[in-house]
């Protein structure tokens, strides 16, 4: 069983940066594909970002891409997503999980969720 936590979600003004923090309960995370995904009111879940610990590589929605970067701390066993040029359409709550699928970016690919973080982004 993994259990994760999601952080740093929050109130941020148009334009503004958010980093999102997910630390995993257990040392074995780095076997598993880790991912973020955002569930806007009345809206499906949908992929955001994700990160291979065993290839050292990440991948991002086109919605994100090239304002987003995921980052780790091995040693915490955490992985961060930071978020610049937000805009309102990032409102969501933003939720980490973990996947034994290279490549993962679909719901039903991952295994485990944390509770999610709400981000709210005004205009």
């Known amino acids: 069983q993994v259990q994760l936590v999601e952080s740093g979600g929050g109130l941020v003004q148009a334009g503004g940066s958010l980093r999102l923090s997910c630390a995993a309960s257990?040392?074995?995370?780095?076997?598993?594909?880790m991912g973020w995904f955002r569930q806007a009111p009345g809206k499906e879940r949908e992929f955001v970002a994700g990160?291979?610990?065993?290839?050292?590589?990440?991948y991002y929605a086109d919605s994100v891409k090239g304002r987003s970067t995921i980052t780790t701390d091995n040693a915490r066993d955490t992985v961060y997503l930071q978020v610049d040029s937000l805009q309102p359409e990032d409102t969501a709550v933003y939720y980490c999980?973990?996947?034994?699928?290279?490549?993962?970016?679909?719901?039903?690919?991952?295994?485990?969720w944390g509770q999610g973080t709400q981000v709210t982004v005004s205009s």
């Open positions: 999980a973990a996947s034994r699928q290279s490549g993962a970016n679909m719901v039903h690919e991952y295994d485990y």
């Open positions: 257990r040392r074995t995370i780095s076997t598993y594909v």
């Open positions: 990160f291979s610990w065993s290839v050292g590589h990440a």
